[in-house]
């Protein structure tokens, strides 16, 4: 009863929102057709789309050809909320989307007094005929929408031209990109917002398609559910995706789904560990499992280190290995609890062997970006890179370094083992 | 005049062979359409349909949704000859693309006794209601079509499903791209090839944007031409593309642009330096210029090493900095010279500082990968990186080292100045 009472509000609260407002995107050039050239626009529009409360509904890639391009902005300006085009707005013979968006409406290019201006002032031009002023003529139903640089709060220079509902973006993609930023203000809708849920399970399929069809019978037109296999993984089989505009209803599906699906099969991926990391460990290591108990011994070794010297004071050796990735996990959730609010960072000793493999820097130089390290300093240098690891170590007085209860233990230079 | 007989027998030719072969392609899912996952069948499908002489007309990224499916794979079909939907194909709810397919076309879907069989053998099931045999209830005028595994040329064990001209591939790229790497042959259209020319400018396009405007009007319909601009590029501002069925008339327009490009503009940016290295390098040495000279003096030290010792008897030191970089292309192109047909790689020695940037080790890996050096034996490792670099360089009896003529010389520990 208290189920139904809530998904009855639920519903009213969606219906008085209305559907959410949907997009569609169309990304303009022949070069992408072709191969020569990867589309990442569309990517990143519907990212940015999704996070704004817009649904998009379709891509399309086109060619730079006036009627395609006309008939496809006619279709989607008819049949979505937005629609954003990307690419064709440049000074050669092959950018016609503003040709193209023309005809769409009916309409013809003019030059428009504020794009001649700005001509005038970027390249110096007044010359009608000039390839810059190309740039100016535009639908005459054109409107001028000036976006604010997100980073210093100021308004862009050059404007980005729309007609009716289609917004006419460049196909470079940091301009792109920065314009979308820039103008999110046109495109946000307050009344949506998209609700998702991941559920990763360690089975195939096969085995779990009878639950998910149930799931979606249960759920339809409120959760969409969507299975993706993925034969890369080492952590999970198939991920489940739970997306709906009222969180209450996720929250319905994913306890559906948990209580209906297998046992067993759903495992604990966590695709950010770091941030989590105190909750996930002590939980861990108050579970009272074998594993918990290992990393509750372990824990207890590092919090030592903790009570009796400061952040400043301690160093967490890493190079990068297993076992050493193991201790920084621990050392971090430690120090996560214990210091929830801390600005400073902890500090790392890489040790480079003669010959490291590149994966292995790599990891290092992300894992030392992901989890606050000390690394992360104003030389932008990572661990014992600058000119002298010692001076940024002098300050250290207790070194964790991770082994195996198998491996011989370390000990430090004086003969004297290590502290942890 | 000879031109316009020429021009005349090339538009014979390609009306003869007719236009050519169109695709569309549908790529299937809500995933992409959120922002979740990032589609890149698009672009392989595009890069490889290209190759085999099919033109791709348009792409379009729809949701999981059977009615919204069933209208594109329609109107697909009708326009272009063939269509590739990728996604949607597995054994869950969301796995629709079989039943929009049958629905475009009027069809239902039915058990094909091939594809039963093939359940029954993959998976060990026969119950008509598992979800296994979901893959095998296909469109009642589906053809199956075996690819041919291109490493082992076998035949492929499950089949690809194709209606009229639709071909349903799967939505994980290494499935699709082994499926249609294996089928290439129902696309491959020996009539038609393409063929394209890149040209590379160090001006602005709004500089060029007249004489591409000439040039698209004198060759329209015969030779596609793209300008992009690259706003991240060290050598170039735009990236002009030529591109025509014709090889004629491709080098025609090519012809057209060198001649009427504002003088000194075109920059010789090569994608592909090293396998050019013989030709490019000695054209360089030749030239007389000051810089050639220089090259040419480098080149006649490198030589005597050349002809005194043989290849396994010279090695190159390499660090990865612009110096040795420069001297490791030097050496490259004289032994690309002496020895075109050589099997055997070019040694180096990487002397690796005690922290290097990773950038940089990357660098090295791609160099050595690139140029055909010693590092890729058998151990699979770089340079020094495996367990006794000196019993690697034991044959070694002459080391090439850049440096500049500002730098201090190199020494060998000697004390005596290195050979180059």
Redesign the interface.
């Known amino acids: 009863m208290r189920g139904a009472v809530r998904a009855g509000a639920a519903l009213r609260a969606m219906a008085a929102r209305g559907p959410a407002a949907t997009a569609g995107i169309i990304v303009i050039g022949?070069?992408?057709?072709?191969?020569?050239?990867?589309?990442t626009n569309?990517?990143f529009m519907?990212?940015?789309?999704?996070a704004l409360g817009v649904?998009?509904?379709?891509?399309?890639?086109?060619?730079?050809d006036v009627d395609t391009i006309a008939g496809e902005v006619a279709a989607f300006a008819s049949r979505f909320t937005y629609v954003l085009t990307s690419g064709g707005i440049?000074?050669?013979?092959?950018d016609v989307t503003f040709e193209a968006v023309a005809r769409a409406f009916g309409e013809v290019l003019a030059p428009h007094p504020e794009l001649v201006a700005l001509v005038h002032r970027f390249?110096g031009k007044t010359d009608a005929s000039?390839?810059?002023m190309?740039l100016a003529r535009i639908p005459t139903s054109s409107r001028l929408n000036y976006g604010t640089d997100r980073r210093t709060g100021s308004a862009f220079k050059y404007p980005l031209v729309s007609v009716r509902n289609v917004y006419i973006f460049p196909g470079?993609p940091?301009l792109m990109e920065r314009a979308l930023d820039g103008l999110s203000h046109l495109f946000r809708n307050e009344q949506t917002c998209?609700h998702s849920r991941t559920i990763y399970v360690a089975a195939d399929?096969?085995l779990?398609?009878?639950v998910?069809?149930q799931a979606?019978t249960s759920f339809q037109g409120r959760v969409?559910?969507?299975?993706?296999?993925d034969?890369a993984s080492n952590y999970y089989r198939v991920k489940l995706?739970l997306?709906s505009e009222s969180e209450e209803h996720l929250e319905d599906a994913y306890r559906f789904l948990m209580e209906k699906l297998p046992p067993d099969v759903v495992v604990p991926f966590l695709t950010d560990p770091v941030s989590q990391a105190a909750t996930e460990v002590y939980a861990l290591a108050e579970s009272g499992s074998a594993l918990g108990q290992k990393v509750a011994a372990a824990l207890r070794t590092v919090e030592g280190a903790l009570d009796r010297y400061s952040l400043d004071q301690l160093c967490v050796g890493f190079n990068g290995g297993k076992d050493c990735t193991a201790l920084l996990h621990l050392v971090h959730a430690a120090v996560q609890r214990r210091y929830p609010e801390r600005q400073e960072k902890l500090k790392v000793l890489y040790i480079?062997i003669?010959?490291?493999?590149?994966e292995m820097?790599?990891f290092i130089?992300a894992t030392v970006q992901r989890t606050w390290l000390a690394a992360a300093s104003k030389s932008g240098a990572v661990c014992?890179?600058a000119a002298s690891p010692a001076a940024r170590l002098a300050a250290a007085r207790s070194m964790c370094a991770g082994t195996r209860s198998s491996s011989a233990p370390w000990r430090a230079p004086s003969g004297r083992p290590w502290s942890t």
Request: net charge negative; charged share 30%; proline share 10%.
């Open positions: 022949d070069e992408i057709l072709k191969g020569h050239t990867r589309d569309s990517f519907c990212q940015r789309l999704r649904r998009v509904a379709r891509v399309s890639v086109v060619p730079d440049g000074p050669t013979h092959d390249f000039c390839p810059e190309k470079i940091a998209f399929e096969m779990i398609a009878p998910l069809d979606n969409s559910l969507g299975s993706y296999p034969w995706t997306d480079r003669v010959s490291p493999f590149p820097e790599q130089q014992s890179r």
